[in-house]
């Protein structure tokens, strides 16, 4: 008997586990078929030691027959690692491309050496794959995408892009059959290998109720990039999920210019917002310039959103959509408009009555508003029905010229500041207060008059704001604001612009608005007597004697407000009277709480000037 048989004894009867192993060893390193077929007989060994030497010596000896065994879950999902690790090992050094699934679940195992083993494994299997672009290798591949291991599904993905275009054919039985993981994987790579062929596949996969599959064939389809995409791409403008609406924006905005003509379509049929919003959104990405009119037909949209994607489509055109902006702002106020009021209010007959009311519709005069919404009420229903009509083009118009002098406030911009200051007379509020804007952003001074004028006479305390704020900020310091603001002090019926008007005066070194801004201590609005404190304060000790006699005899409000004033001016005289004016009022008040701050500011700013 030779020592390769006595081994093979020793391996298969030894009451030892350690003589089997040693034996297991030995016989790894014999290419003889006879040690071979003992290591496979030894698969069945009881102890694990000896189990994983058996393994590994299989591996040594080449035997690839055993690879069908060891793929066996008694291997792969044996409770010990490393008999895992060893059937990992053996099957990668002699298991060539032999790619299951089992095996790629094992990148998620507890143990790392098992994890390492198994990732080490599939990329050398997939290595192998690469080199065989034909569709049993594609299957191979496709199994091992329904693993839970993310990277691992990266690595096959990105195989299947470096096989290249021969591969697509493979791939393209995947789509439909597949479930989900794999499905949204294949669409992936079809996407990035630009196989046109896939699309009406793809175009099919859309009507999936899965929202990840149809974002990813969403994606696939723009990059591919072809035209024929188009429809079924735009459709998905009304999906239920927003991921792939935006997906969709995306990907049609790859396309681009040969998407423009679709889109205008579906932009005059649609009644939809959200799909409206969309195209435009699209538009606003591939930036043709034939579609401004476009744009600038969406500013007068009923749809706050429509609208909204309409001003900021049109500010990223910037200069390039002045002149059309600028046309939607020119509202000219025709002559005939009073003659029409006059035969929409008393005209001979129904018939002459009802034509005037839909010119005046048609002409989107503001000033016929108010006559209008009488008639909408009447009791005749073509009168009615008509009124109603023309209210809505007016007010449409009235949305456009907004968004348009929206445009210009985002670009920054008052290119033709008169056509701008015309528009502070407009019958809409809104058109008013977004000409201020326009105004306020456009830096040209010779705007200051206009925007005074509306500080006196504007109905609206919002625009009054506004308007004096934007003058301020165009000349600041100028004695024009400053008395504008000084009338403003008065305003009946805002404190905003009280509070705004004292800010404004407060940085004057005219002791002329001194007195105005003591008043306003005892104002019943909190922001006009902060603002009145700390203007009060910007004086300095000018301001000192005038609030000295206030902290005498005010009310609490005002006294409290006095006090602030006095922290703010920082003078050390004004402690003793603090303490005194604070002994009529509990600890807890609000009066405390103010001079406690307010001497405390006084002394760190005492201790500053040593």
């Given at each position: 008997?030779?020592?390769?048989?006595?081994?093979?004894?020793?391996?298969?009867s030894?009451p030892y586990?350690?003589?089997?192993?040693?034996?297991?060893?030995?016989?790894?390193?014999?290419?003889?078929?006879?040690?071979?077929?003992?290591?496979?007989?030894?698969?069945?060994?009881?102890?694990?030691?000896?189990l994983?030497?058996?393994?590994?010596?299989?591996?040594?000896?080449?035997?690839e027959?055993?690879?069908?065994?060891l793929v066996?879950?008694r291997?792969?999902?044996?409770?010990?690692?490393?008999?895992?690790?060893?059937?990992l090992?053996?099957?990668?050094?002699i298991?060539?491309?032999?790619?299951?699934?089992?095996?790629?679940?094992?990148t998620n195992?507890?143990?790392?050496?098992?994890?390492?083993?198994?990732?080490k494994?599939?990329?050398?299997?997939?290595?192998?794959?690469?080199?065989h672009?034909?569709l049993e290798?594609?299957?191979?591949?496709?199994?091992?995408?329904?693993?839970?291991?993310a990277?691992?599904?990266?690595i096959?993905?990105?195989a299947f892009?470096?096989?290249?275009?021969?591969i697509?054919?493979?791939?393209?039985?995947?789509?439909?059959?597949s479930g989900?993981?794999?499905?949204?994987?294949?669409?992936?790579?079809?996407?990035?290998l630009?196989?046109?062929e896939?699309?009406p596949a793809?175009?099919?996969?859309l009507?999936?109720?899965?929202?990840?599959?149809?974002?990813?064939?969403v994606?696939a389809?723009?990059?591919?990039?072809?035209?024929?995409?188009?429809?079924?791409?735009?459709?998905?403008?009304?999906?239920?999920?927003r991921?792939?609406?935006?997906?969709?924006?995306?990907?049609?905005a790859?396309?681009?210019?040969?998407a423009?003509?679709l889109?205008?379509?579906k932009?005059?049929?649609?009644?939809?917002k959200t799909?409206?919003?969309?195209?435009?959104?699209?538009?606003?990405?591939?930036?043709?310039?034939?579609s401004?009119?476009?744009?600038?037909?969406c500013?007068?949209?009923?749809y706050?959103?429509v609208?909204?994607?309409?001003?900021?489509?049109?500010?990223?055109?910037?200069?390039?959509a002045?002149?059309?902006?600028?046309?939607?702002?020119?509202?000219?106020?025709l002559?005939?408009?009073?003659?029409?009021?006059?035969?929409?209010e008393?005209?001979?007959?129904?018939?002459?009555?009802?034509?005037?009311?839909?010119a005046?519709?048609?002409?989107?005069?503001?000033?016929a508003?108010?006559?209008?919404?009488?008639?909408?009420a009447?009791?005749?229903?073509d009168?009615?029905?008509?009124?109603l009509?023309?209210?809505?083009?007016?007010?449409?118009?009235?949305?456009?010229?907004?968004?348009?002098?929206?445009?210009?406030?985002?670009?920054?911009?008052?290119?033709?500041?008169?056509?701008?200051i015309?528009q502070?007379d407009?019958?809409?509020?809104?058109?008013?207060?977004?000409?201020?804007?326009?105004?306020?952003?456009?830096?040209?001074?010779?705007?200051?008059p206009?925007?005074?004028?509306?500080?006196?006479i504007d109905g609206?305390?919002?625009?009054?704001?506004e308007?004096?704020?934007?003058?301020?900020?165009?000349?600041?310091?100028?004695p024009?604001?400053?008395?504008?603001?000084?009338?403003?002090?008065?305003?009946p019926?805002?404190?905003?612009?009280?509070?705004?008007?004292?800010?404004?005066?407060?940085?004057?070194p005219?002791?002329?608005?001194?007195?105005?801004?003591?008043?306003?201590?005892?104002?019943?609005?909190?922001?006009?007597?902060r603002?009145?404190a700390?203007?009060?304060?910007?004086?300095?000790?000018?301001?000192?004697?005038?609030?000295?006699?206030?902290?005498?005899?005010?009310?609490?409000?005002?006294?409290?407000?006095?006090i602030?004033?006095?922290?703010?001016?920082?003078?050390a005289?004004?402690?003793?009277?603090?303490?005194?004016?604070?002994?009529?009022?509990?600890?807890?008040?609000p009066?405390?709480?103010?001079a406690?701050?307010?001497i405390a500011?006084?002394r760190?700013?005492?201790?500053?000037k040593?």
């Amino acid at each position: 008997m030779n020592t390769l048989e006595q081994t093979a004894i020793l391996l298969k009867s030894s009451p030892y586990w350690n003589e089997r192993r040693e034996a297991a060893l030995v016989l790894g390193r014999s290419q003889d078929p006879q040690a071979r077929q003992a290591l496979m007989d030894a698969l069945n060994d009881a102890d694990d030691e000896v189990l994983q030497a058996v393994i590994l010596a299989l591996g040594n000896a080449g035997n690839e027959e055993a690879v069908e065994y060891l793929v066996l879950p008694r291997y792969l999902n044996h409770p010990n690692p490393y008999i895992r690790w060893a059937a990992l090992q053996t099957i990668g050094k002699i298991g060539k491309s032999y790619v299951v699934p089992d095996v790629a679940e094992l990148t998620n195992d507890e143990e790392w050496v098992v994890r390492n083993e198994a990732q080490k494994l599939l990329r050398n299997q997939v290595e192998s794959v690469i080199t065989h672009c034909s569709l049993e290798s594609a299957r191979r591949m496709v199994s091992l995408l329904t693993t839970s291991n993310a990277e691992m599904r990266q690595i096959i993905i990105d195989a299947f892009l470096r096989i290249g275009p021969g591969i697509k054919p493979h791939l393209r039985e995947f789509v439909k059959s597949s479930g989900k993981p794999v499905q949204t994987a294949m669409v992936y790579v079809l996407g990035k290998l630009k196989d046109k062929e896939s699309i009406p596949a793809l175009i099919e996969l859309l009507e999936s109720t899965d929202k990840t599959i149809r974002k990813t064939v969403v994606e696939a389809l723009g990059q591919i990039g072809d035209e024929s995409a188009l429809p079924a791409l735009i459709e998905r403008f009304g999906d239920s999920s927003r991921e792939v609406q935006q997906s969709a924006i995306a990907a049609i905005a790859k396309i681009g210019k040969p998407a423009i003509e679709l889109l205008h379509e579906k932009l005059r049929f649609s009644s939809r917002k959200t799909i409206q919003q969309n195209v435009l959104f699209t538009l606003a990405k591939i930036l043709d310039k034939s579609s401004i009119p476009y744009f600038v037909d969406c500013l007068g949209s009923t749809y706050f959103i429509v609208r909204r994607a309409a001003i900021t489509g049109l500010a990223q055109y910037g200069k390039e959509a002045i002149d059309d902006i600028l046309q939607v702002i020119r509202n000219v106020k025709l002559p005939m408009v009073d003659d029409l009021l006059k035969q929409a209010e008393n005209g001979k007959t129904i018939g002459i009555r009802v034509r005037a009311i839909k010119a005046l519709g048609a002409l989107a005069d503001h000033r016929a508003v108010h006559l209008l919404k009488r008639l909408a009420a009447s009791q005749e229903p073509d009168i009615q029905n008509a009124s109603l009509a023309s209210l809505a083009q007016i007010g449409c118009s009235c949305w456009q010229r907004c968004g348009a002098l929206a445009v210009l406030r985002d670009l920054r911009l008052a290119p033709d500041v008169d056509l701008i200051i015309e528009q502070l007379d407009d019958d809409s509020e809104n058109v008013r207060l977004r000409a201020v804007k326009v105004l306020q952003r456009g830096g040209n001074p010779r705007a200051v008059p206009a925007l005074l004028q509306t500080v006196a006479i504007d109905g609206n305390a919002i625009i009054r704001y506004e308007a004096l704020r934007a003058a301020d900020e165009l000349a600041s310091g100028d004695p024009r604001v400053v008395e504008a603001a000084s009338k403003a002090l008065t305003d009946p019926s805002s404190s905003t612009v009280q509070a705004e008007a004292v800010r404004i005066i407060g940085r004057s070194p005219e002791n002329a608005y001194l007195e105005a801004i003591l008043d306003c201590l005892k104002n019943s609005s909190w922001e006009v007597r902060r603002n009145a404190a700390l203007a009060l304060g910007n004086m300095g000790k000018k301001a000192l004697p005038g609030l000295l006699e206030r902290l005498k005899k005010g009310e609490e409000t005002e006294k409290e407000s006095v006090i602030r004033a006095l922290g703010n001016v920082g003078a050390a005289e004004a402690i003793p009277a603090i303490e005194e004016a604070i002994q009529s009022f509990p600890a807890d008040s609000p009066v405390h709480h103010s001079a406690k701050k307010a001497i405390a500011e006084i002394r760190e700013k005492e201790e500053q000037k040593k």
